[in-house]
């Protein structure tokens, strides 16, 4: 009896998954004894950490799209259509267009997703640029500013930990390059009191921030956003004026893990370690979907999934396991336009972000090119 991989999602973990399970089950998949399916929303893929350039008209839009088939090794059965209801009592998923997969093992890699509307006001009056069109407005809203006070204003959960800090050190020396320094100014408002969650990042960045004269507000939760009189209330009681307003909106899980109740605001509850959704031996969770409490970023996808590729190949060849994540995540850090820093931290040891450099910055922007090598499981 043949049997069924199907994952869910076919973003940059369920495709790492997807891709990375061909490389190693060749046999298998020629003599039928190993079927890979997967279910996604559209036909082409979006590497997202390049939508941290396009305000900054530091990268074409094309270069952030492929076709998914073409991602995809070939003998992927992939089909676009959403999954509507997951049930892990009957091992079976149905869909958008009405079909049932069956599974004896499910990958849940379905992301998480941007809820602006969950601030009053936030959506009409904010910018962001973790979408494509959020970040082509932000655009323009870039190169007609005038000057005046921008707040970058943090909202949690969200994924990329450093993408805000990203973003307020590019704004700064954007500003300055366009020779404006004098008339803009930038406030960074983050909910808990430091700069970041992972605290050595926090201690590493307020320097950084007072040397280049950007402001902080911190302990500021977002309660609402005010589009007329252009002021953003904390509900801690803050009130802070914007001439621009850029947000990191929250964000929760999909919808469809919602709906077929397999967690609280969309995050999985899932073994921090053999990444089993709990509960579950034949479920597994990747990437941005998971609860675990570390960071919500690419490469902690990337590295979750490295780990389920070896434990489903192994468990489907020998019906053994093989090893389990320790937490691994890395990330670069631009640290202005031209140079930058990197982290990389798992569940014993924490970050030491070290002084920023022209190199490492080049060695994001090869990754950002380098990243469909990657999803092809070739790096
Ligand atoms: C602006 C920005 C900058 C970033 N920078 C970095 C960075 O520098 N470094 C880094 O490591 N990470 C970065 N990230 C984060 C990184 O992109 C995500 O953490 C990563 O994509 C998570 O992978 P995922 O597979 O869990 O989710 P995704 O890549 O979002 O994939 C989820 C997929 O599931 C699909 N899906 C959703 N619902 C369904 C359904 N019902 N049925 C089927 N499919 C479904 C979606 O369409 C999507 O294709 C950045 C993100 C943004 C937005």
Same mark, same amino acid.
């Given at each position: 009896m043949s049997k069924t991989i199907l994952i869910v999602g076919g973003g940059l973990a369920g495709t790492i998954v997807a891709n990375g399970m061909c490389r190693q089950l060749n046999s298998e998949l020629r003599n039928g004894s190993v079927n890979i399916t997967m279910l996604g929303t559209t036909e082409t893929h979006m590497y997202?950490?390049? $939508? $941290?350039y396009v305000p900054f008209g530091r990268i074409r839009e094309a270069e952030l799209y492929r076709d998914q088939r073409r991602v995809l090794d070939r003998r992927v059965n992939f089909f676009v259509d959403p999954a509507k209801h997951i049930d892990v009592e009957k091992n079976q998923v149905t869909t958008e267009k009405g079909r049932t997969f069956k599974y004896d093992y499910l990958v849940l890699a379905t992301g998480s997703r941007i809820m602006p509307q969950n601030i009053p006001g936030m959506a009409e009056a904010g910018h962001w640029f973790y979408d494509i069109e959020g970040a082509r407005k932000l655009r323009t809203a870039l190169n007609n500013f005038e000057g005046g006070k921008i707040i970058v204003n943090v909202n949690a959960p969200h994924k990329c930990p450093v993408a805000p800090l990203e973003v307020t050190f590019m704004l700064n020396e954007f500003f300055k390059g366009k020779g404006m320094s004098d008339k803009v100014e930038i406030t960074y408002t983050y909910p808990i009191g430091r700069l970041h969650a992972l605290e050595p990042v926090a201690h590493w960045s307020k320097p950084e921030f007072d040397k280049q004269g950007i402001k902080y507000e911190t302990f500021f939760n977002t309660e609402s956003v005010n589009p007329e009189k252009k002021t953003i209330r904390s509900m801690e009681g803050v009130e802070l004026p914007f001439d621009l307003l850029i947000t990191i909106p929250p964000h929760m899980g999909q919808q469809v893990i919602i709906d077929s109740d397999l967690g609280k605001g969309g995050w999985v509850p899932t073994n921090t370690k053999t990444l089993h959704r709990e509960g579950s031996t034949n479920v597994f969770v990747v990437g941005?979907?998971?609860?675990?409490?570390i960071s919500k970023a690419g490469s902690t996808a990337h590295f979750e999934a490295d780990v389920l590729i070896d434990n489903l190949v192994s468990l489907v060849t020998e019906g053994a396991w093989a090893r389990e994540y320790d937490g691994k995540v890395f990330c670069f850090v631009e640290t202005g336009l031209g140079t930058g820093t990197y982290v990389w931290f798992d569940y014993k040891t924490p970050p030491n972000p070290g002084p920023p450099s022209q190199m490492i910055h080049w060695f994001k922007l090869a990754y950002n090119r380098l990243y469909w090598l990657s999803a092809r499981g070739l790096l």
């Open positions: 997202q950490p390049g $939508l $941290l941005d979907t998971t609860n675990i409490p």
